[in-house]
């Protein structure tokens, strides 16, 4: 029994936890991508570097926060700082959006070339950061770290091994939760999003029924940038901020958005759990679980090694849609 | 002076000119009939009407207030509803919500319109939950007029309504457009089944090539010999 | 020519076509009418290939075909329409026609790198055809168009011209009359009777249009929820009473109030 | 007049965080040599940056072209990552023959390529530190150790020479499992190092790259609470991140007795630069050795830098240290010989090799105390 | 302005702009850019195949440079005898066993059905699975320990580097066939997906399997097709030649370096555009357009949509591949770090649809602008900088951070250039004809 109860802790402290926090991490960036594709129509690869954007500007808050003694107690304050960041990310996305995606529009250019003027984006926001903040590692994490430590749990439960849940992760996962039933609801029932819904469908219907294209347009970037800035704020109290990395997220980003389904909210969720665990649970090494089970296993029971972990989630990726072509939740095509 | 007057409209999409001074009009509780051959510029007047393609000469009068500038989702809240020939349907999004997104504008209750079209178009109500692309060719056509019935426009124009729909429900369109009219709505509508059409037609409109051939009541157009022999199909 | 036996079609929960057997004659002009959703167009689907049957069975001549794709079904003589215009939106009129002919030397590359004569002698053929069959259309003027700037009812004309393009055995016709202007789709009848008459064109057809089936048209089907109702002559299908409650109906109920407005000739 | 220094490090790119550090040292050299006002009568070096984006080859290459065609530099601090480096000492240094000193590339490849002496580096190659990273773990009696190291040539051939030693010092490496750097997360690695187990973990990367993300997602889980650490991980910015969560780290880094290294670290701090962040030593000394060597030769011709680099680096002569360069400067004025120490200590054995001793050093209460030299 | 003034106009404003470069910096460096510029241009008309013709989203382009990167490596570096008495046999037995496994599978396949068939391939791959690891691991560990430092790897062919192009060209097209197999002939974002899986597993790949690449490694000193410049220096002939034209034969060696360079690239680039424009100008070509707009219809008008799908995306994969192998070529080593998807696909992308995609002229344009932006971006960023802090005192903190800050003006530039440029040419610079240019 023991062993077993060891064996459960080791598998949720290696494998489950982490995959939960990663896949929460991934999951609320790829709401911002699948949204902006559901509704614009193409894969905003600008999308990173507007998380990092946003973060940048709710971490300098934050230290000026910090700098003037307000904090959150046991809470990091950058969640205070958080509703500043939202909106420079908003203002930022609105602004790239008049002076670059617009003019798109109005042409009504094929899907690729927003992809390509994404791209443009990209560079820009990405150089802009770095001019601003620069390259380096930043952090911001102030409050407590942990919910339950490792050390707290052995004494508590009297286990050999330990258990930790990081603050951060777990407000990573009720958000992750909460925005996207709201965000599903919001596209679903209420009559801007399902005139969203129409725009993005068909555009010049829209315009017969009395749509306002440019309010469509306005909600969706105000909910993507909104999005991307809690995605790289969270992200970046759990790991921490260096905007070459929050590019690198982009990929599995993606990855996720596309495997749940593109367009899909609830899509985005399942996409990133899919991303995350694929790359835990295969590259984990099961011994010490093992041999908690009473096995004696002389390798490292490794089933692919941690060098693959990335290539092998899109394996998975590629199988899942095999059985699905359409992703987990039914989405539209690319 | 007409309610809804497209005055010596000359256009097209960027290229050569459509529209060479082509002039469409219909009264109020009037229903207006466009026939002619394909490519003619039905479809592009229409367009043209709605705001959905910009004029060279001419202009667009609602009422007494010349509507020529604004923009099609301006000229919707301005009372005015189109059904396009293709693409008509939001694909993607279930019948009702078509429906729903007809009276997008509408602040009010729109629950009784909604149950009206649906007994008009009883097989929309067994659909209402299927996403309209999978529907038949048909039944799309069914919604796409509903969804511009719930707007509850002043003008409604229509471009084939009748397209690939059965002759029953051609027949009960046509009522429902009789009595629509009789509410005092001016109804315009492009139509290839043109002596069914004409035959309830105050007004009928033969374009060619972009400009008006002939223009009479309908009856008289049924009448005339040579529009039957070269357009209505003797 | 072509016979269906007890062929059902579903989509989740819709059963789009629910037992449908018919057999289309060789050399006979078959129509195929019925409401609205009463399965004709996704059994042509089925029919040419597009979709696999949920069960029943399809055959050519004695040769089953069920689940065969398009392009082997049309290597077979087996061509058809689409109800909502399927043209090749960036390929001009003329170039959407020249596609169409099969087993074009220009389609391997090693014929375009090594033996250009080759491939240019057969564009001439190809060009020439399509030129009349533009003509015979009525489209010249927007030849060299792109297709995807066609009216709606041109575009239904490129849908028949390219079944025009090559010799077929039977010829699947989805609705080419919505949307074409009646004087011209009597012309187009004449051109399928004498495809049907000169060429030995096998055709089914479904349509709207009571008129121009009854006159094209023997036998006709007709169909309903996704089942054949009955099939005879254009005149039995007529006066057929459960044909006239589902599809025909009575005519208009309120007559147009005559009104003495008129406008100029 | 002015002469021309090129400075080419991956300023954007995976590096970017620790290239800034580097070429602000190197920048610390020659302003430090410029002040002195000795250097050649009275010219002044001015430094020129390029980007070598530290992974595209093709850029590297162009950017290094620009240097030297356009620019006219006379010499070339640089390239950081091995790969770009390679790439512009075969076609750019050596066919324009312009000598090129890296203070980061360590990879073996480097040591036997077809330089015609126009590379040096004075980082230390892999193979010398495994063995003192070996020694000072042992010292420590601890004999089971798992491995983590980025994954590049660095990471590698660090990871293969210290595996290679511990074992053959008795010891039993559990895993050595690479890391990416710059990736979102790290705990399917840092799950396979604990399940693997090991008294420490051993972490051979980059301190604000993935090697402190292994490090945490260490500490978080609980997987590992002791670590040692090689040269790339050592910097104050790896306390900042960890906090007293790392106590008892042990590690080591190229430094040399006595007050080089110190000297260096007064002098970038004034300069507002942060002395403990990767490779800013190396970077001082390559560009001072630069300037040192342009003053032997007592011209700025390519080749007669080549020439002077050896005798300048090495014994004989008198011994200078960092933030000490106008005395050097000075002697070699005067026809004198100097050898140069630097901030790392450093030591040119032949063309493209350096040999050095390592500070041994352990963090406690959140500071690095340096336990002695190997 | 009708496609043939652009093509004309366009082309020579690239020319003087390399010329400019030549000018004002330098011609070893306006050579060194051109050089990368030809590779680029036969690496973005490959990828408008796949897209421009037949709309296949490939976004996996990396992984096909790589591949051909990789022949580079495997047809060129001599040998490593060691390595290869180490563990060549394990690593042909493994081969074998996996070869075996296929064939026994594929045998038990035909001759089984069902369930069983399924469970019977299932049981065959874990056995193989097993047989091959018996073999492989030991020979891997014994390659890889063999004089680690220097090669611990099987070495190559020792053929010359040229012959790695075509070599290059077949990897990328067996790759691609086998993506194509699984992926194509489904939704866009599936292929898409899948490509971008398969090229990070071919990179993961070359980074680990050091028995072969020499994995993180790297592989440098790829013997060069072309003079080598010191040797060039050291000639007799060369100097003379170089006195006689009055350079001094430093300079002059490495223009004459890259100018034979730039001359081999040429070739392929001129051959491979012939047979492009040739292919897209023909009914070929037509049907791919054809299936480009409307698959359903040209599936129904007798085209084998899959077929020519795995066609033309083995083909535009292929070129890629010739254009990795050449790059490899170039840089005289083999770098799998180097492969990084913005730099490898995502650049490829943007030469493709500035350029103009569905137009071969408009991607090899592309190619060209979009690389020597790339490149030149860097010091006019720089230039910029400089500028914008010209006005400030020397000790003005915003000037120093600037100062500082200069290197990430590239991406900045980079980024608006490529936004002007799309703003004023939307469907790209040299855009697929139009109605108006279709009517003959
Ligand atoms: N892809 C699909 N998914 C779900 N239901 C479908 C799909 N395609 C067709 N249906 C349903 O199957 C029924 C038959 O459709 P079909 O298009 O065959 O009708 P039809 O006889 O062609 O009607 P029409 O004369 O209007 O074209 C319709 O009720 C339609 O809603
Ligand atoms: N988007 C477009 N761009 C360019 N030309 C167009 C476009 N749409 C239509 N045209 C051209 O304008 C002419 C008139 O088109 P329109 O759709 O008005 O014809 P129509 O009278 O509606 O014919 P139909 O009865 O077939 O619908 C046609 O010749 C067509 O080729
Ligand atoms: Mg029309
Ligand atoms: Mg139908």
Known sequence: MEGFLNALVVFANFVFIPGLAYGAQLALGALGVTLVFGILRFSNFAHGDLMAFGTMITILVTWWLIGMGVTLGPLPTALLALPVGIIGAVAMALLIDRLVFRFYRKQKSAGIVFVMASVGVMFVLNGIVRLIIGPNDQRFADGERFLVTVRGFREYTGLAEGLAIRLPVAITVIVAVIVVVALFWFLQYSRTGKAMRAYSDNEDLALLSGINPDKVVMVTWIIAAALATIAGVLYGLDKSFRPFTYFQLLLPIFAAAIVGGIGQPLGAIAGGFVVAFSEVTLTYAYKRVLEYLGFQPEGLVQLLSTEYKFAISFVILVLVLLIRPTGIFKGRVL | MSFLIGEAMTGGYGGADILHSCTIAVEKGEIAVIVGPNGAGKSTAMKAMFGMLSLRQGRVMLGDRDITALSPQDRVKAGMGFVPQTSNVFVTMSVQENLEMGAYIRQDDFSDTMAQVFDLFPILKEKRRQPAGELSGGQRQQVAVGRALMTRPSVLMLDEPTAGVSPIVMDELFDRILEVAATGIAILMVEQNARQALAIADRGYVLVQGSNRFTDTGEALLANPEVRASFLGG | MIRVDDLHMHFGGIRAVDGASIEIAKGSITGLIGPNGAGKTTLFNVIAGHYKPSSGTVWLGDEDITGLTPHELFHKGLLRTFQIAHEFSTLTVRENLMMVPDRQPGESLVDVWLRPSKVRAREEEVRARADEVIEFLEISHVADEFAGNLSGGQKKLLELGRTMMVDAKIVFLDEVGAGVNRTLLNTLGDAIIRLNKERGYTFCMIEHDMDFIGRLCDPVIVMAEGKVLIEGSAEEVKADEQVIEAYLGRGLKNRPAKKSKGGSA | ?374 | MSNRERIIYLYGAMAILLVAVGVFQSWTLSLTILNLCLISAIMSLGVNMQWGYAGLFNVGIMGFAALGGLAGVIVSMPPIPGAWSAGGVGIGLSLLALVGTVGIAVFVRGRTSGSVRTLATLAIAVIGYFVIRRFFDPAVSAIESFDAARTGYLGGLGMPIIFSWLVGGVFAAGAAWLVGKIALGLRADYLAIATLGISEIIIAFMRNEEWLTRGVKNVSGLPRPVAYEVQLQQAQWFVDLSTRLGIDPISFSSIYVRLSYALLFAVVLIVLMWLAEKALNSPWGRMMRAIRDNRDAAEAMGKDVTGRHLQIFVLGSAVVGIAGAMLTTLDGQFTPGQYNPLRFTFLIWVMVIVGGSGNNWGAVLGGFLIWFIWVEAEPVGGWLMSVITAGMEPTNPVRLHLADAAPYMRPLLMGVILLVVLRFAPRGLIPERSAMAARK
Request: some cysteine; hydrophobic content about 40%.
């Open chain 4, 1 to 374: 007049q002015e002469v021309k220094v090129g400075i080419i490090l991956g300023f954007t790119g995976p590096l970017e965080s620790i290239t800034p550090g580097m070429g602000g040292s190197a920048e610390l050299a020659l302003k430090e040599v410029n002040d002195s006002g000795l250097f050649l009568d009275g010219q002044t070096l001015v430094p020129v940056r390029a980007d070598s984006t530290c992974i595209d080859n093709a850029a590297a290459t162009a950017a290094a072209e620009r240097l030297v065609t356009t620019e006219n530099v006379a010499a070339i601090m640089g390239a950081d990552c091995s790969g770009v480096t390679i790439g512009i000492v075969n076609n750019v240094a050596v066919p324009n023959g312009v000598v090129m000193v890296s203070p980061s590339a360590t990879s073996p490849a480097l040591t036997d390529i077809e330089d015609n002496d126009y590379f040096f580096r004075t980082a230390p190659s892999d193979a010398r530190q495994g063995e003192v990273l070996t020694e000072v773990i042992r010292s420590y009696d601890i004999d089971s150790v798992a491995v983590s190291y980025t994954n590049n040539d660095y990471g590698k051939g660090f990871s293969d020479s210290f595996v290679a030693a511990f074992e053959a010092a008795g010891g039993t490496v559990t895993i050595a499992a690479p890391h990416d750097d710059g990736k979102g997360d790290y705990s399917a690695e840092v799950g396979a190092l604990a399940a693997a187990g090991g008294d420490v973990l051993v972490v051979l990367g980059y301190v604000d790259q993935g090697g402190v993300g292994i490090i945490r997602s260490a500490v978080d889980t609980g997987a590992f609470d002791r670590f040692a650490l090689g040269d790339g991980m050592y910097g104050q910015s790896l306390i900042d991140a960890m906090g007293d969560s790392i106590e008892g780290t042990i590690g080591v880094i190229p430094g040399a007795e006595g007050e080089g290294s110190a000297k260096f670290a007064e002098a970038a701090k004034a300069a507002g630069l942060d002395p403990t962040s990767s490779y800013t030593g190396e970077s001082y000394d390559a560009a001072a050795l630069i300037a040192l060597a342009m003053q032997k030769a007592g011209s700025t011709d390519r080749t007669a830098i080549r020439d002077a680099m050896l005798e300048v680096a090495n014994a004989p002569g008198e011994q200078i240290i960092a933030a000490d360069l106008a005395k050097g400067l000075q002697i070699l004025k005067d026809g004198g010989d100097i050898d140069y120490v630097g901030a790392t200590n450093v030591e040119l054995i032949g063309p493209g090799e350096a040999a050095g001793t390592y500070r041994e050093y352990i963090i406690e209460n959140g500071e690095f105390k340096t336990v002695q030299y190997r």
